[in-house]
């Protein structure tokens, strides 16, 4: 693996931080620990930023959504602190960096977040009712002056990030196969997280699929939450299995080569989601980066070794 990067980036101040004005709680089954339980948002003052709050512990132990606190990127970003982790923090981070939140406790009563139906959306809304309040103190930003490249070619993957006045972020993505083509990405204003990114679902291969279930690696997945490509024949024998353990009634291969269990937000929306880990995983820099992301082959592990990059050249 590569990285490199040209000149010196640094900190300077923007508009003000954001809290929420009142506490607001969203409820659910963790994909891969299949725990039910509730994530609670309360305001917070300025210069606090986001921090989890494990409050069925004892000790009710604090992890700041840092990157230096990233402890896993295996199928989810984790976070931990002291043998106290926090699974899947992607698509909460996304909704808080999408919605101009900068401070925020996060009460947690489980390991892991809340899937939902696999996208920000359901974070995204509840955010909304708790309303966003601006604060007195000016907001922080990583200002790329210079080009920051993170290669890997064994992985195939690379990310970039160059100087822009806004935050920008491209994806493109190539699974070198005919159901799920090579598809591009882009959000180039924030503000249009809300309706172009956050209700963009995550997604899985039926292969994936079936070796997750053998090995027990999603006890809260369900056909309700992932889009499911299919790049191989099925029989109708394994399509019944299929729909059986995950309790309905019938599943069948669409001609986009999805199974039926969804429609599609968006023709992209493969990519639009990988675009919504990008944000989120980037969101644990604690600041808002002014820069021009690009992404190829993005996923978490990739996303969270750009992020220590990017920390790593800053604070040099």
């Given at each position: 693996?590569?990285?490199?990067?040209l000149?010196?980036?640094?900190?300077f101040?923007?508009?003000?931080?954001?809290?929420?004005?009142?506490?607001?709680?969203?409820?659910?089954?963790?994909?891969?620990?299949?725990?039910?339980?509730?994530?609670?948002?309360?305001?917070?003052?300025a210069?606090?930023g986001i921090?989890f709050?494990?409050?069925?512990?004892?000790?009710q132990p604090?992890?700041?959504?840092?990157?230096?606190?990233?402890?896993?990127?295996?199928r989810?970003t984790?976070?931990?602190?002291?043998?106290?982790?926090?699974?899947?923090?992607?698509?909460?981070m996304?909704?808080?960096?999408?919605?101009?939140?900068?401070?925020?406790?996060?009460?947690?009563d489980?390991?892991?977040?809340?899937?939902?139906?696999?996208s920000?959306?359901?974070?995204?809304?509840?955010?909304?009712?708790?309303?966003?309040?601006?604060?007195?103190?000016?907001?922080?930003?990583?200002?790329?002056?210079?080009?920051i490249?993170?290669?890997?070619e064994?992985?195939?993957?690379e990310?970039r990030?160059?100087?822009?006045?806004?935050y920008?972020?491209?994806?493109?993505?190539?699974?070198?196969?005919e159901?799920?083509?090579?598809?591009?990405?882009?959000?180039?204003?924030?503000?249009?997280?809300?309706?172009?990114?956050?209700?963009?679902?995550?997604?899985?291969?039926?292969?994936?699929l079936?070796?997750?279930?053998?090995n027990?690696?999603?006890?809260?997945?369900?056909?309700?939450?992932?889009?499911?490509?299919?790049?191989?024949?099925?029989?109708?024998?394994?399509?019944?299995?299929l729909?059986?353990l995950?309790?309905?009634?019938k599943?069948?291969?669409?001609?986009?080569?999805?199974?039926n269990?969804?429609e599609?937000?968006?023709?992209?929306?493969?990519?639009?989601?990988k675009?919504?880990?990008?944000?989120?995983d980037?969101?644990?820099?604690?600041?808002?980066?002014?820069?021009?992301?690009?992404?190829?082959?993005?996923?978490?592990?990739?996303?969270?070794?750009?992020?220590?990059l990017?920390f790593?050249?800053v604070?040099?």
């Amino acid at each position: 693996m590569r990285a490199y990067f040209l000149s010196q980036s640094g900190i300077f101040m923007g508009e003000n931080q954001c809290t929420i004005r009142h506490s607001v709680s969203v409820e659910g089954t963790g994909l891969h620990t299949g725990q039910y339980g509730t994530i609670t948002f309360h305001p917070a003052p300025a210069g606090h930023g986001i921090r989890f709050r494990r409050v069925d512990k004892e000790d009710q132990p604090v992890i700041p959504a840092s990157i230096e606190y990233v402890v896993d990127t295996a199928r989810g970003t984790t976070i931990g602190i002291n043998g106290t982790r926090v699974y899947t923090v992607e698509h909460v981070m996304a909704s808080l960096t999408g919605l101009g939140i900068d401070n925020v406790l996060i009460d947690v009563d489980v390991d892991e977040m809340p899937i939902r139906d696999g996208s920000a959306r359901f974070f995204v809304e509840a955010l909304e009712t708790a309303g966003i309040e601006t604060q007195d103190s000016p907001r922080e930003y990583i200002h790329i002056t210079e080009e920051i490249v993170l290669l890997n070619e064994e992985k195939g993957f690379e990310l970039r990030v160059v100087p822009s006045d806004d935050y920008k972020v491209d994806v493109k993505i190539d699974y070198n196969t005919e159901v799920l083509n090579v598809q591009f990405a882009s959000l180039h204003q924030i503000q249009d997280f809300k309706t172009e990114i956050a209700p963009c679902r995550t997604f899985v291969f039926l292969h994936e699929l079936e070796f997750l279930l053998h090995n027990n690696l999603i006890k809260g997945g369900d056909l309700s939450n992932a889009i499911v490509f299919v790049n191989r024949t099925v029989s109708q024998d394994e399509l019944d299995r299929l729909a059986n353990l995950f309790q309905k009634p019938k599943v069948k291969v669409k001609e986009e080569g999805i199974l039926n269990n969804l429609e599609l937000h968006f023709p992209n929306e493969p990519a639009r989601h990988k675009l919504l880990d990008v944000v989120g995983d980037l969101s644990l820099l604690g600041k808002r980066i002014k820069g021009h992301v690009t992404a190829y082959r993005p996923g978490h592990y990739a996303n969270t070794e750009f992020a220590k990059l990017i920390f790593k050249h800053v604070n040099n």
